[in-house]
């Protein structure tokens, strides 16, 4: 039997380079490569969880490997050919606490 390992994702990191005329945030993106990150299906209660929460419906979710320290809320993803949006805040476990190779959490939504 294999060791479980995820996929590598591109996380579009928005990163604020400067204000418009009006004072507004203009921001540019940066792919950032991340391996190992599983994909699952989020259970029933996610769902409604999410929608009760963000009033977002979860489609997907990402359990982030340990020691990433990429900024994921609001942010976009690309998996499986597709965007994604991270509407989620950060589930986080304490690290050497957690079994696996993963500690975070984080929902995605369909985005195109």
Known sequence: MG???GIKVILVSKIESGKDPFGN???DKKNIEVNNVLIGQPT???ITNSLNLYGKKAVYTLAIPKG???I???QEVIFFGQKWR???KVTQGIENLVP???NKKV???SYE
Do not use: C, G, P, Q
């Open 86 to 88: 991270v509407f989620s």
């Open 3 to 5: 060791r479980l390992k």
């Open 68 to 70: 990433d320290t990429n």
């Open 107 to 109: 929902m995605v939504e």
């Open 44 to 46: 029933t209660d996610d």
């Open 25 to 27: 945030a203009i921001y």
């Open 100 to 102: 696996l190779s993963w």
């Open 72 to 74: 994921w809320e609001n």
